[in-house]
T-cell receptor, first 110, second 113 residues
Framework: DAKTTQPNSMESNEEEPVHLPCNHSTISGTDYIHWYRQLPSQGPEYVIHGLTSNVNNRMASLAIAEDRKSSTLILHRATLRDAAVYYCILRANQGGKLIFGQGTELSVKP | DSGVTQTPKHLITATGQRVTLRCSPRSGDLSVYWYQQSLDQGLQFLIQYYNGEERAKGNILERFSAQQFPDLHSELNLSSLELGDSALYFC????????????FGPGTRLLVL
């Protein structure tokens, strides 16, 4: 399974945008980029995913580099509730399982 | 609320014992996954079932086993428990066996004394 690299931690101020980077230089052509997050004392939850084009949903945006070797999860206005560990995960086309790395622990200051 | 339920929420037991963790997937989901989260290993995939059949295996110890029943609920059996088995165990479900979004339950916290 291809690996991802994320910063261990990031800080943000409430109501400001947050850009969470992820490097995946060994990504293959059929790997999808998925983001999950884990709020304190909860199970992980799906955030967003994409293959090549940038994606938007009600939670976040996903910007994918043209060469697909990196991506950025964008939270447009961070709230205190967004404090969580964010995981960037590559999933093969048939892949069911999620391979979690260390993730980025995001803290949000009021 | 993800729609995935796990019981029990907490479990305290002794080394050498056997426990069973239960998971009910979201209505309509055919795939069930089990993950273990410990402080030193992070979140690790254990095993996947799809419509009653084992689909994929990860870092699951031989002392651990799982099954998915005809009503699609799943059980994870942990036997000959060791101190190092203390962890959070999450169940997740998805509609299909592949790329679909996984919905996680609240987890079962296991403490082995």
């Amino acid at each position: 399974d291809a690996k991802t690299t994320q910063p261990n931690s990031m800080e943000s101020n409430e109501e400001e945008p947050v850009h969470l980077p992820c490097n995946h230089s060994t990504i293959s052509g059929t790997d999808y980029i998925h983001w999950y997050r884990q709020l304190p004392s909860q199970g992980p939850e799906y955030v967003i995913h994409g293959l090549t084009s940038n994606v938007n949903n009600r939670m976040a945006s996903l910007a994918i580099a043209e060469d697909r070797k990196s991506s950025t999860l964008i939270l447009h206005r961070a709230t205190l509730r967004d404090a969580a560990v964010y995981y960037c995960i590559l999933r093969a086309n048939q892949g069911g399982k999620l391979i979690f790395g260390q993730g980025t622990e995001l803290s949000v200051k009021p | 609320d993800s729609g995935v339920t796990q019981t029990p929420k907490h479990l305290i037991t002794a080394t050498g014992q056997r426990v069973t963790l239960r998971c009910s997937p979201r209505s309509g989901d055919l795939s069930v996954y089990w993950y273990q989260q410990s402080l030193d290993q992070g979140l690790q995939f254990l095993i996947q079932y799809y419509n009653g059949e084992e689909r994929a295996k990860g870092n699951i110890l031989e002392r651990f086993s799982a099954q998915q029943f005809p009503d699609l609920h799943s059980e994870l059996n942990l036997s000959s428990l060791e101190l190092g088995d203390s962890a959070l165990y999450f169940c997740a479900s998805s509609v299909g066996p592949g790329q679909e979004t996984q919905y996680f339950g609240p987890g079962t916290r296991l403490l082995v004394l």
